[in-house]
């Protein structure tokens, strides 16, 4: 139904369209289709954030990290306008899988090219080094969240 559904995308509105399947073939887990309306979306000219934003979310959904962080090196490269949020995708997901190494280093050479990491940034690590046991490194990264004092954000509340 959604290759179906592809035929029935007028021009003015393809971007969006190609958004949205993104999303809908992550969530039935089929990579090659995603890869697929990617490269269709690519070939449409200028992409913008939010559609990095959802590639690289729907690419950590289905575990495939390697091609998340090619696709945020794409990002990177043809980027005009910074936004930790996309990162921040992959920093969780490095977080989650106890990848902090990782993490911390992305971060770091983030910080080295002149961006300011948000609480959003840091709270995952914070997260991730309470998971492994590591509290001094927790409570050191939880101050970075804290001072970075990101409006609207909230201490994660570990169980």
Request: charged share 30%; with cysteine.
């Amino acid at each position: 139904m959604l290759k179906k559904s592809e035929q029935h995308i007028h021009s003015k509105r393809r971007g969006f369209a190609y958004e949205i399947l993104l999303t809908l073939y992550a969530s039935l887990g089929n990579k090659d289709e995603l890869y697929r309306i990617w490269n269709l979306y690519k070939q449409m000219g200028k992409i913008y954030n939010r559609s990095y934003f959802r590639m690289i979310s729907s690419l950590v959904k289905l575990d495939d990290l390697d091609g998340a962080e090619k696709i945020l090196v794409e990002w990177e490269s043809v980027n005009t306008s910074f936004d930790f949020d996309i990162p921040n995708l992959l920093i969780n997901a490095y977080c989650k899988k106890g990848l902090l190494e990782k993490a911390e280093m992305y971060i770091s050479r983030a910080i080295e090219r002149g961006k300011e990491p948000t609480a959003g940034t840091w709270d995952p690590l914070a997260t991730g080094y309470y998971k492994d046991n590591q509290m001094a490194k927790a409570v050191e990264i939880m101050k970075k969240a804290i001072m970075a004092d990101q409006r609207g954000w909230k201490l994660n509340y570990v169980l």
